[in-house]
């Protein structure tokens, strides 16, 4: 259509298709091979307790994966409109 249209060059327009037509076949290929060496690649290191435990009941909260930037913002809205949440992050300060 862009090409059609004299939006870009036709060689760029046949180079886009091809691309897009090799990844979406791709796709489900690597997305089989994926979940066949999953089980390969998984390490058979015991699991933390800390991370299989589970909230206890009656606790009405949200929870905040990532608190960089955005998350920050998230949790200040829901402070805002005083909802309970637990934030998390990766790189938390000790």
Do not use: W
Request: hydrophobic share 45%; net charge positive.
């Amino acid at each position: 259509m862009a090409a059609a249209a004299a939006l870009i060059e036709p060689r760029l327009a046949s180079f886009t298709l091809a691309v897009t037509s090799v990844t979406m076949a791709l796709t489900p290929l690597l997305s089989f091979a994926g979940r066949r060496f999953a089980s390969r690649l998984r390490s058979n290191r015991p699991v933390d307790t800390e991370l299989t435990a589970r909230p206890s009941g009656g606790q009405s909260h949200a929870i905040v994966v990532g608190y960089g930037r955005v998350g920050k913002v998230v949790c200040a809205l829901l402070k805002e409109h005083g909802i309970r949440y637990i934030a998390a992050d990766l790189d938390a300060p000790p």
